[in-house]
């Protein structure tokens, strides 16, 4: 057990439709990233927040976005939902500071989403 | 888009026997990360390397950095059935805002 947690751990839902990811890092990390694994793109690295604040953002498409609430918990929000958008999606959290750290990501067991 | 490759992309062995995966990449770099995978699962953080490190080890896992040639390579010795898993490298921008992964090596370790 990473100490990392993620709601829901499967989530069915048809395209067009909008759905929320929520994660809870490991107690005293500041830094959260998600991470959507699908068997086309494989692993990609979506964004990083930092206490609260975006610091990093990789392939992440519009349709998507995240934030990082006070408590450090973070939501990442999948809009106008198509079928390519099926996936896993992780949550990692780190002790880190401002960009990717270099400490070490302390994963999630995922939410496997499927879009009908 | 993907930055690293694994080659291979499946390995498959004898528990005792060591397994070799290699990593490489297009641009420059920060720091190298090696994870494991086990099936549908988190991923597990096993090791980083900084651009300006070669070599190191952690247990029985040896990781090298060669930046000239943009290539990693993550060696497991006396390998074990539960190393069966699938194994991603991992890359870190140089200005540290971007992470690519591999498309991952799946190893096998029969008993």
């Known amino acids: 057990d990473s100490g990392v947690t993620q709601t829901p751990k499967h989530l069915i839902t048809a395209t067009g439709q909008r759905v929320t990811l929520r994660c809870s890092p490991r107690?005293?990390?500041?830094?959260v990233y998600w991470y959507q694994q699908s068997l086309d793109q494989g692993l990609q690295f979506l964004i990083q927040?930092?206490?609260?604040?975006?610091?990093a953002k990789g392939n992440i498409l519009e349709r998507f976005s995240a934030q990082q609430f006070p408590d450090l918990h973070s939501e990442l929000n999948l809009s106008s939902l198509e079928l390519g958008d099926s996936a896993l999606y992780f949550c990692a959290s780190s002790v880190g500071t401002s960009g990717i750290s270099y400490n070490e990501q302390f994963f999630g067991p995922g939410t496997r989403l499927t879009v009908l | 888009s993907q930055q690293g490759e694994e080659d291979p992309q499946a390995l498959s062995i004898q528990e005792g026997e060591n397994a070799t995966m290699n990593c490489s990449y297009k641009?420059?770099?920060?720091?190298l990360q090696w994870y494991r995978q086990n099936s549908g699962r988190g991923l597990v953080h096993l090791i980083l390397i900084r651009s300006n490190e070669r070599e190191k080890h952690s247990g029985r896992l040896r990781v090298t950095l060669d930046t000239s040639k943009k290539s990693s390579s993550l060696l497991i010795t006396a390998s074990r059935a539960a190393d069966t898993a699938s194994y991603f490298c991992a890359t870190v921008s140089y200005n540290n805002n971007d992470m690519r992964f591999g498309a991952g090596t799946r190893l096998t370790v029969k008993p």
């Open positions: 641009t420059s770099i920060n720091n």
């Open positions: 927040y930092y206490n609260g604040e975006e610091r």
């Open positions: 107690s005293g990390d500041l830094s």
